[in-house]
Structures are given as C-alpha cells and as structure tokens.
C-alpha cells in the first residue's frame, strides 16, 4: 500500500491528496501515474523531494493521457507489461480543457490505461480561474460575480458522456466522500482491459472557501442533494446508480460554501438557486437516482 | 544542487518537510470513545494518522497540519480539535 508520502505542500485538508491516496490504496504498488501539472503535481514533488512511491512522471496538460498510451505501449513492446497498471490522474484543467484533444485521442484508440479527473472545479493551483468543470453560479477569480452576473455563466460539461461517447468499456464518476465506492470503482477501471475513466468530484477547501474539516461533508452534500450523481457506465450504457432516497434541497450544498454566498446576499439571487435546482431535478430524472 | 539526469527525484522524499508547524489546531484523541474504524487513517490527507497493530491509531504530530477532517468526520467523537499552544 502507497499512500502519498507526508511533508507534501498540499493544503490542510486537501482534495487532490485524499483523491491519489484512495487511487492508491485500490490499485496497490505496481503502478505508473502520469500526472500533468496542477495542485497534485506542484504539491507533490516539490524539486527534489518527491511524495509519491511508485514510479511517476510529470507530463504536459496537453499530453497527459498520450504520455500514458506511451508507456503503456513501450511496457508491451518491452514485454514487461505483467500485471502493471499505468494511471493518468489530472485535474479538471487538464482534462476538461487543456488535454481533452489527447484524452479524446487515447480513448479512440483504445489503449489499456485508466485516466482519472480529480475534478474540483476550478484551476486551484493558478488561483481559482474558472473550467469547464465550474459549476453554474460559481464565483471563481475569473467569474466573479456582479452587476453584470452571478458568477460562472455555464453549466459543467460533461465529461463521463463525452468519454463513454468514445466507446470506453468502463466510466465511472465517483466522489472523494465516498471512499469505498470509489476504491472499488478504480480498481474495476484498472482491471478492464482499454481505455477506462474516473470521474471523481474533490471539494477544495481553498478554492470554495469552506472549513478545512468539512471536505468530505461537503462532498456527501453534492451527492445527496444531486448535483453529483454516482454512476458507472459500461460499453457506453449507464448500469449503475448510486439513489440518493430523499434529495436534500441544493440551497444546504451551496449555503455552505463562499463561492456561492453570493447568491444568498444579491437581489435576483433566488431565481438563480431554482436554476440550480433545476440542474439537481434534470440529474434525478436522467440518472433515475429516487 | 546536482540534477538527475530526467530530473528525477527519490521517492517519498517530501518526509524532510515537517509541515507539522502549519497547524494551528492539534486533534486530540481519545481512545477510550475509537471504535477502531479506520475511517481517520484513510481520510487523512496528510497520511499523518497510523493504524497500529492492535487498529487504534496513532497522530504524527511532525506532518499533521490540523486540517480536522479525522475529528469532524469521526462517527464517535473519539478526536476532537483543541487550539495549538507554542
């Protein structure tokens, strides 16, 4: 077991390093991460200390998902592949956006790696600017909210469909606050052969301005009132659901962090939390999560 | 400071770096409520709370930043915060 080495520069009660050590823990010492920059690659191996115990590599934002296609094609050509299971891990930044051209590339060849986006919603490492993974209404550095809007103007992309639209065999999206269904998501993704994606939602204390201790509660919150459904994907077809029973109403998730504050305090702030609501109903009614 | 060639770097090597002196708040345990869950030790971001032998845990105070994760997410109250005196 290779759990991230303490004395990492990761912030108290951070995401990214709870997300790596549970993809540690399920997939076990004979592993390859490719980890493009980002809050885990800065905080991690700050040169020359390293926290990380298996073999790792730093990689573009661009090519972090051809990085691991490379090594996993030269452990073939080696004929030293055995039971090696090579790991891309980055950040919503680096998936969503900067390298969805050479994720997109990975997963239509098919390669056997398991990519896995450690999504917190935002580029953290940079100082909170906006991604394709920002929630709708977030106030982020570069969606601030204003006279002009109430923050990030568009909803999150979809980043589990547009992966399972390239005929992956396995997508899962997972929480951090859910530790074993997480665990046992990533080590079904590493187990089937092909290109497999983890979808895992990490609440980040800096970036959404919570309290230090409350990263996993508000992690449960995103599930339970359903703007993050749990679900596994399979050839393309969704063939798991986490229920959520009875829903909480999203004004409790988002109450609860200073990024979204202000739609509590604006005029017009209320109208905006029923479009939220919105957001939460659609995902019940998609996912089939009552 | 000699660079390896790739820039490579030995593994696990951050432990030079107490970040023990970020804290401003230590968990304090008591072991009498713990049930031996585990819960603490998997969720520290840190890897700062060890499982022992015997499933109680013990707190490296040398790396442990004090974000409170184990004592709010503790199912029995068995950690709790108590303010960093210097």
Same mark, same amino acid.
């Given at each position: ?54 073999? !790792? ?26 039971? =090696? ?28 790696? =398991? ?83 983890? /979808? ?61 504050? /202000? ?18 109903? !659609? ?8 | ?28 345990? /008591? ?56």
């Amino acid at each position: 077991m290779s759990r991230l080495a303490p004395g990492h520069r990761g912030c108290a009660g951070c995401c990214d390093a709870i997300a790596a050590n549970f993809v540690l823990e399920a997939v076990g010492d004979d592993a390859i991460i490719v980890n493009p920059t980002g809050c885990l690659e800065v905080m991690t191996t700050p040169y020359p200390e390293s926290a990380w115990e298996v073999p !790792w590599i730093h990689s573009l934002f661009e090519n972090t998902a051809p990085v691991a296609s490379g090594i996993e094609a030269a452990l073939r050509a080696l004929g030293r592949k055995g039971d =090696t299971k090579v790991i891309a891990m980055g950040g919503d930044g680096a998936t969503v956006d900067i390298g969805i051209l050479g994720i997109s590339g990975t997963f239509e060849r098919g390669d056997d790696i =398991t990519y896995v986006c450690i999504d917190n919603e935002a580029y953290m490492n940079t100082g909170v600017q906006r991604s394709g993974a920002t929630p709708f209404n977030a106030s982020t550095s570069t969606s601030p909210p204003g006279s002009q809007s109430f923050g990030n103007s568009r909803p999150k992309k979809n980043m589990p469909a547009i992966i399972a639209a390239h005929g992956s065999p396995y997508v899962a999206t997972t929480s951090i606050s859910y530790p074993k269904d997480m665990m046992r998501k990533v080590k079904k993704a590493v187990d089937i052969e092909g290109a497999t994606y983890i /979808h895992t939602h990490a609440p980040c204390a800096t970036g959404w301005r919570f309290d230090t201790s409350k990263t996993i509660e508000i992690g449960k919150l995103a599930v339970e009132t359903a703007l993050w459904p749990l679900y596994e994907m399979e050839d393309g077809e969704i063939t798991s659901v986490r229920k959520v029973k009875k829903p909480k109403p999203v004004e409790e998730y988002l109450k609860a962090q200073g990024r979204f504050k /202000h739609l509590f305090t604006m005029e017009g702030g209320k109208e905006e939390i029923s479009k939220i609501q919105d957001i939460a109903n !659609w995902n019940i009614e998609h996912y089939g999560l009552l | 400071m000699k660079v390896m060639i790739g820039g490579a770097v030995k593994p696990g090597t951050t432990r030079v770096n107490k970040t023990g002196g970020w804290r401003n708040f230590r968990p304090l345990y /008591h072991k009498d409520k713990c049930v031996k869950c585990g819960l603490c030790s998997l969720l520290c971001p840190d890897s700062s709370i060890q499982e022992q032998e015997d499933k109680y845990v013990i707190f490296d105070y040398d790396y442990c930043k004090g974000c409170g994760i184990c004592a709010n997410e503790c199912p029995k109250d068995a950690i709790e915060m108590v303010l960093e005196e210097k």
